[in-house]
């Protein structure tokens, strides 16, 4: 299993969130390259950015940034926020950024996320983000009446590879990722699943390990300490 160290930017800025709020925007770390130098250090191999502005806006707001930890911090990047046409899909894929994620055109767009993933296949993913198994969409601001499962397979049918799947209730909250819904969602398809939102601790990997997921975004464990990167790296590749 693959751990994806986040960073995730707010008014150029890396901040985490509680629950998608943004009001509640922690500051976490000075600078987006040096930080992820420093999980590269701990023997990351890839990076989850999140565009948090973009998500909320519906356009890129930060790509400087984003272009930079690319291209000069020797990890693989995945990013998402605010990818909504194939503009920024090429934009991004071709200065360096490997895997792009798409979230709330999933929803809203579907066609766009079939000729994404016609164009550049499996440098493409679908975040799949959701509230009570409800899809959420517009950076977790408004919540469809699509159910995680059936936006899934609706994803697998037109050849998406990759799922990233956030329980919203769950993220930044410290109180372990959502099981139930991360098996249910690993049975249901046959994309490679990355869980993200509540992972804690040690025990956290080693559950998410168990239920054969691909990979495990690590944000605030990070950060307050409560997970050591370089712990979690080695206990996912075992």
Known sequence: ML???????????CVRLYKGDFATAQKVAEDPLETANSF???????????DLDGAKNG??????IFVTVAKKSGLKLELGGG????QTVSYYLEQGVSRIILGSAAVKNPSFVKEAVKEYGERVAVGIDAKNGMVAAEGWLSTSD?????????MEAIGVTCLIFTDISKDGTLS????EQLAAINEAVSCDVIAS??????????????????????????YQGTL??????LEASR
């Open 3 to 13: 751990i994806f160290p986040a960073i995730d930017i707010h008014n150029q800025t």
């Open 40 to 50: 590269r250090e701990a023997g990351a191999q890839w990076l989850h950015m999140v």
């Open 59 to 64: 356009s890129p707001q930060n790509r400087e």
């Open 83 to 86: 990818i909504r046409d194939m």
């Open 146 to 154: 699509v159910h995680f499962l059936d936006l899934a397979k609706q």
């Open 176 to 179: 372990g990722p959502n099981l």
């Open 197 to 222: 939102g509540g992972v804690t601790n040690l025990s956290d990997i080693k559950a998410l390990k168990e239920l054969g997921l691909y990979g495990a975004i690590c944000g605030k464990s990070i």
């Open 228 to 233: 050591s990167l370089k712990e979690a790296i």
